[in-house]
C-alpha cells in the first residue's frame, strides 16, 4: 500500500533568490536611466548651472598704478577734496583704504558737455555752471555717464533748481551744491544700471547772474 502524504508535514520553502534579484534591479536600472537623462539634459541645456564663484559684474576699482594720464578737464573752482575712493567708499560701503600720498585708487574724469543754466530758488538770479565728474573705477562708470547724459542732465538741472543764493556765493555752500549734484547722478546711475560710482563732481565754470 502506498504511502500518503503527512497533511501535517510543513509544506517546503520557495526560493526567493530570483525575485530578491529582480527587486535589486530595478533601482539600479531607474537610477542609470536618471543619471543619463540628467547628463543629457545639462548637454543639451536643460539646466542652468551658475558657478559657485560668480558674482556681479560690476565696475571695479582702478589701482593709482594702473592709472592713465590723459589731458581730460580736471578740477575747477570749489572742487571737492575728499579723495576719490573715500567719496566711493561712503557711497558703496566698500573699504577703500588711503595710502601715503595721495589716492590709493586712480581717478577718471568726464566733463559733461554744455554748461547748465537754472534759476536760484526764491532769487531773481541765475546760475551757470559747467561741470566734470570723478570716479576711481574703472571707465564702465563713464561709459554709463555718456549712454545716460539725457537722463542725468534732466536731474542736474533739478538739483540746481534747488540752489539757494546763499550757497552760490561761499566756498561752503558750493560744496554742498557739489555733493547734491554728485548724489543726483549717482541716482540716475543707480536707477539705470545699479551702480553709481561718481565720487566727486567739479565746476569748470560758475557764473551767477
Not at 72 to 98: D, F, I, L, R, W
Request: glycine share 14%; aromatic share 6%.
Amino acid at each position: 500500500m502506498a504511502d500518503t502524504p503527512d497533511a501535517t508535514a510543513p509544506a517546503p520553502r520557495k526560493k526567493k533568490g530570483g525575485k530578491l534579484l529582480i527587486l535589486v534591479g530595478v533601482p539600479i536600472a531607474l537610477l542609470g536611466t536618471g543619471g543619463g537623462a540628467a547628463v543629457y539634459g545639462m548637454q543639451a541645456g536643460w539646466f542652468s548651472v551658475k558657478p559657485a564663484d560668480a558674482h556681479d559684474d560690476e565696475p571695479q576699482l582702478v589701482p593709482k598704478s594702473e592709472e592713465k594720464r590723459t589731458s581730460s578737464a580736471g578740477g575747477g573752482e570749489g572742487g571737492h577734496g575728499g579723495g576719490g575712493e573715500e567719496a566711493a567708499s561712503a557711497a558703496h560701503g566698500k573699504p577703500t583704504p588711503k595710502g601715503e600720498g595721495g589716492d590709493k585708487y586712480a581717478s577718471s574724469y568726464y566733463p559733461l558737455e554744455k554748461e547748465f543754466t537754472s534759476n536760484l530758488q526764491d532769487s531773481v538770479h541765475f546760475v551757470q555752471v559747467g561741470i566734470a565728474v570723478s570716479t576711481p573705477y574703472d571707465e564702465r562708470v563713464l561709459d554709463n555717464i555718456k549712454t545716460h547724459e539725457i537722463a542725468i542732465r534732466s536731474q542736474v538741472l533739478m538739483a540746481l533748481g534747488e540752489t539757494s543764493e546763499e550757497e552760490v556765493f561761499t566756498a561752503e555752500g558750493k560744496r554742498h551744491i557739489q555733493d547734491r549734484l554728485a548724489k543726483a547722478i549717482n541716482g540716475v546711475l543707480k536707477e539705470k544700471e545699479g551702480f553709481g560710482g561718481v565720487s566727486n563732481v567739479y565746476f569748470t565754470n560758475f557764473i551767477v547772474q
